[in-house]
């Protein structure tokens, strides 16, 4: 049993959280008070590595471990829950299955550009009548000659319209049910493909959240990501990873907002006293910490599992389900012990709250983690 | 291109606080940093190389074992090579001393073109070693560098005054002082890091590595000796102003005015 | 000179580790161990209640070091005018000189520089040593190390002071490695020490969170580089008299290896925070980078210049040449108003030789309040304004306070 980070990731914490302090906390009110998807950071995190953390070094990444991983999305999430999100989905669900399921050619054409950070990535599962029954799928692909037609809707696709590379799943085979979904990798720019309506979201505003339209969109065939009819399989695995992405951003979240409150209640005086003082507010500290460490080792045993080559999909449900009820836990103290000053813009906290409620909803609501869980204990 | 550059690994004197009952220093919690003038220095050593990768930069420290730390993470922001100097005896070294162990040092990596400093460390404030280490080297010096171009055979740098700056033509090989208004420091790259603990090393170099006698380096080997130090007594406590804020400014400027201050 | 614990005597109970500035005391089984860190500065020796630290004495070769006489103040000139700070630099020379007993000496490099050598003993210099060449109009490193240094190795001055400018700065510790001496950076303080006439350097270190008091004991001339605003300035007396050497200068254009192409004065008006009589300085407080705009009107009002935390820098909102403390200028105002300013140690440690502090701050608890001299507990943005309606009506306010203290007299 080692508790203990090893050099290289202690060090990636130290430079994700210079970052944090330096280039995202400065903006992360603005953009999200504007909608703006955050360009400029996105590039920087390109040039240091952080859009291809797990990603080997011959193509073009950073060869860092999921360790590393989840602590950069924490620590990026701790000033910004939008940031966090913006690398963890371009991580786990874009370079992810392309490494993983990806052929060589793959790999040199989409993945590279993607792990330099030149190119965002993005995931197309969701569509309006297939949520958290991903396997009603809607959208088809048929073959024709040396192509794929596609032709059909996604929503709520995180990166929409940023991204160049997108991830893609659509019914081959819709006589074979989940057997007949395949995966896609799809370029922006490609006639047929359309960005679709983008929403107007409660958190995390500063990312791009939009519908993906699919008229006769023609794709080469050697665009198909791994092989036909294994997309459900390859949706399934990317999601165990994702869902450790969004746990750390979930943990990042809450670590924020408890370091935000722990510095309000020592300056905030009432009574004529710091309100830190009195033992009521300490006890919810005591709480808030306590649980935000728990999430963090839920979260780091799980990227642990994964770099090991150990199964981690219910470690990673886990993670993900204890820290975004965390993240929601911590996020409404938060608020409550600033008072009247944690419901207004003046302090982060309010955003925090926002942001933190995404991280039960997507890529499994905190439902599917419980049968994910349940399914893998009671057997 | 051959560069070097001094690096000091230093206390984040931004940190430090005083025990307000006690009055000595509280030390607990205050991180170890790449001293902030020379990662200044480093960036602009790291800049030529973007520019040519046949730049070559060799960072050097002195320092206790625990400066592999801030060694590694000037590699991992792209240096190619560090060394780290230490030893018991170079331990208690005024710059006197500390000049002579880094000369003796470069002498060692032998040739250089340029050497970066950082104009003065945050723990110290002496900007004396930069100096010291061009002389005992026979080289000239510029300090407070806020702008370097080369120039052909030419080494174009501004030197910054308190009311304006120089511009001071120089050639190779040379010492220059880096400051804040040099440049924007480069972050680690994630990349870099793995580099630096995967496929680089820190070279340590002992008293018996350098061509120096023990007399020559370390606390025996400084001129200048810390005869005391203490904790700067804070002035006697003045007049805390009390009522309105109309009745606190009137005292004050009555009493100012009364004591023909103003 | 290395410190030494009495293994037999320490008793292990970390007074000296709590004493250390410099987290060079370690505990190996229930003894107090030095690491690597110490640069002897003592404090543990005078933490210790069991006298278990102690100073061991070098052995070291001693120099002849009474062949070394005078004190030397380097007078720097730009554009063939004296420096303020060495005039203070005179001023505090003189008293050192006067102590030991012996002549303070000016060392003045330029071209056509005759008339500052009378300016000098003016301000108090017995000699003066001129040295007048057309490669030292300009400073230049190569040329002032060169010269300077060949007249330290032939007169043999006790006592070397230059002020800390950037050209004292880069100077100085070429002099000192050249002509092989120790050197003490930015002294606020320079006292001769009455036992054996040394001169004891008090410096701020650490980030000035320490004071330390640096001796050069075994080496000569005693070189020290000291803060500009410091010491007090020299008084000029038209009458005094003194002697001036005309130094030969040996120096070939060869020697002198920068060649500075022009100097560009900045366009911005430089703030002569050093100089100044009234700051009013504004600290994170503030907020906001306009805040320094009402900070600007206070300092207008009062005649006086705007200065900053080193916080306030470093947000961008104000340029580093406003900034006050340790990585700052050191001020020594008639009247400092630190406004939002919580009292950083560094950021006091530039301005508490300032005679009048006036802090204003939102927190009672905030360390500016321990030196000020008057604390108004409020927000800055209510009490400026009110302090410059007050400024306003200030004799209506004397008045009434007299009338006050009549009343209550009766």
Redesign the interface.
């Known amino acids: 049993m080692n508790f203990t980070l090893s050099?290289?990731q202690e060090?990636?914490r130290?430079?994700v959280r210079?970052?944090t302090l330096r280039e995202v906390a400065g903006i992360a009110a603005e953009i999200d008070e504007t909608e703006r998807f955050p360009k400029e950071n996105v590039e920087k995190m390109g040039?240091?590595?952080?859009m291809?953390?797990i990603v080997p070094?011959v193509y073009g990444?950073?060869?860092?471990d999921e360790v590393?991983y989840a602590i950069?999305v924490e620590e990026l999430s701790r000033a910004c829950g939008t940031t966090g999100v913006i690398c963890s989905a371009h991580t786990s669900l874009a370079c992810w299955p392309i490494l993983k399921y990806g052929t060589e050619e793959q790999k040199q054409k989409f993945l590279i550009p993607l792990a330099k950070g030149e190119k965002i990535g993005a995931f197309g599962l969701t569509e309006p009548n297939a949520g958290t029954d991903a396997a009603g799928q809607q959208t088809t692909a048929v073959a024709e000659g040396e192509e794929w037609v596609l032709n059909g809707t996604k929503i709520f696709i995180t990166n929409g319209g940023e991204a160049d590379t997108y991830v893609i799943f659509a019914m081959t085979d819709k006589s074979k049910g989940v057997k007949g979904i395949s995966a896609f990798i799809v370029e922006k720019g490609t006639p047929g493909f359309s960005i679709g309506k983008k929403e107007k979201k409660m958190g995390i505003r500063g990312s791009a959240t939009t519908e993906l339209i699919f008229e006769n969109c023609r794709i080469p065939k050697e665009n198909l990501l791994g092989q036909a009819g294994k997309g459900f399989g390859i949706a399934m695995g990317t999601l165990d990873g994702g869902r450790i992405g969004i746990a750390a951003q979930a943990l990042g979240i809450a670590q924020g907002a408890l370091d935000e409150t722990i510095k309000y209640i020592q300056?905030r005086e009432q009574f004529g006293r710091p309100i830190g003082k009195f033992q009521a507010l300490q006890f919810e500290i005591a709480d808030m910490e306590t649980r935000v460490n728990a999430a963090r080792w839920l979260v780091y045993n799980a990227a642990w599992r994964k770099s090991k080559g150990l199964s981690y999909g219910k470690e990673a449900a886990m993670a993900k389900l204890f820290a975004s009820e965390t993240a929601m836990y911590v996020t409404t103290k938060a608020v409550q012990l600033h008072g009247g000053y944690g419901y207004t813009q003046d302090y982060p906290v309010e955003r925090m709250m926002r942001d933190a409620k995404i991280t039960e909803i997507y890529e499994g609501t905190s439902e599917v983690q419980r049968m994910v869980i349940s399914a893998a204990t009671i057997k | 291109m051959k560069i070097i550059v001094c690096v000091k690994q230093v206390p984040d004197t931004n940190e430090v606080k005083i025990d307000p009952v006690k009055g000595t220093l509280i030390r607990e919690g205050v991180p170890s940093i790449l001293n902030p003038d020379d990662k200044n220095a480093l960036e602009e050593a790291l800049a030529l190389k973007d520019k040519n990768p046949e730049v070559h930069v060799t960072v050097v420290t002195m320092g206790p074992p625990q400066a592999d730390e801030m060694l590694r993470e000037c590699l991992a922001m792209g240096a190619d090579e560090a060394i780290l100097l230490s030893d018991r005896a170079f331990a208690g070294a005024d710059t006197w001393a500390t000049s002579n162990t880094l000369a003796a040092a470069v002498r060692k990596i032998g040739h250089y073109d340029i050497i970066f400093a950082g104009r003065q460390a945050i723990d110290g404030d002496t900007a004396q070693v930069g100096p010291q280490l061009a002389e005992r080297l026979g080289i000239p010096q510029v300090t407070y560098v806020q702008q370097f171009e080369i120039q052909g055979e030419d080494i174009l740098v501004q030197r910054a005054l308190e009311d304006g700056y120089e511009l001071i033509k120089v050639k190779a090989p040379v010492l220059l002082t880096a400051i804040k208004e040099l440049n924007h420091p480069r972050y680690m790259s994630v990349g870099g890091i793995y580099d630096a603990f995967r496929e680089k090393e820190v070279k340590v170099w002992t008293l018996a590595d350098l061509d120096v006698q023990k007399q020559e380096v370390g606390l025996d080997a400084s001129p200048t000796q810390v005869k005391r130090s203490f904790t700067p007594e804070p002035k006697g406590k003045g007049i805390m102003l009390k009522g309105s804020t109309k009745e606190m400014v009137e005292q004050l400027v009555g009493s100012l005015k009364q004591k023909h201050v103003i | 000179m290395a410190i030494i614990v009495l293994e037999d005597k320490c008793i292990g109970c970390k007074l000296c580790l709590k004493a250390c500035p410099f987290d060079a005391i370690d505990m190996v089984e229930k003894k107090a161990v030095i690491n690597d860190k110490c640069v002897a500065c003592g404090a543990c020796i005078d933490a210790c209640k069991f006298d278990a630290i102690l100073r061991e004495e070098g052995e070291g070769s001693e120099k002849d070091l009474s062949a070394y006489k005078n004190v030397w103040v380097f007078v720097e000139q730009r554009e063939n005018k004296i420096m303020p700070v060495a005039i203070e630099l005179l001023g505090e020379g003189k008293r050192l000189a006067k102590e030991i007993g012996v002549e303070l000496c000016a060392v003045v490099l330029g071209e056509n520089i005759s008339d500052l050598a009378k300016e000098c003993i003016a301000y108090g210099a017995d000699k003066v040593y001129l040295a007048q060449h057309s490669l030292l109009k300009n400073f230049t490193t190569d040329g002032y190390t060169k010269v300077i240094s060949e007249m330290i190795q032939a007169e043999k001055p006790e006592i070397v002071l230059l002020g800390a400018t950037h050209i004292g700065r880069d100077l100085a510790p070429r002099i000192a490695a050249r002509v092989d001496t120790g050197l003490t950076a930015d002294c606020t303080k320079l006292e001769i020490d009455p036992e054996d006439k040394k001169l004891l350097q008090t410096r701020p270190a650490f980030g000035g969170n320490i004071m330390a008091t640096i001796v050069c004991t075994k080496h000569r001339p005693q070189m020290a580089t000291v803060r500009p605003g410091v010491m007090d300035k020299a008084v000029a007396d038209g009458k005094r008299s003194g002697k001036i050497i005309d130094v030969a200068v040996n120096l070939d254009k060869e020697d002198i290896r920068t060649q500075v192409i022009k100097t560009v004065k900045a366009d911005k008006a430089v703030v002569a925070l050093e100089e100044a009589e009234v700051i009013v300085a504004g600290g994170r407080g503030l907020g906001k980078a306009e805040g320094f705009q009402l900070i600007q009107q206070l300092a207008d009002r009062l005649g006086g210049v705007v200065g900053a935390s080193r916080a306030t820098v470093d947000a961008g909102w104000i340029s580093h040449d406003h900034q006050v403390g340790q990585t700052g200028k050191t001020v020594k105002p008639r009247i400092y108003v630190a406004c939002g300013i919580s009292g950083a140690i560094q950021h006091m440690a530039g301005m508490q030789g300032a005679d009048v502090i006036i802090a204003i701050n939102k927190n009672p608890d905030a360390p500016i309040f321990s030196i000020a001299d008057y604390g108004i507990v409020g927000d800055l943005y209510e009490v400026i304004p009110a302090l410059i309606d007050a400024l306003d009506r200030v004799d209506d306010i004397v008045k009434a306070m007299k009338e006050v203290a009549a009343t209550t007299q009766l």
Not at chain 1, 47 to 50: D, L, Q, V
Not at chain 1, 61 to 64: F, I, N, P, V
């Open positions: 050099k290289e060090m990636v130290k430079m210079e970052f040039r240091y590595g952080m291809g953390m070094k990444g950073a060869e860092a590393a950069t300056q």
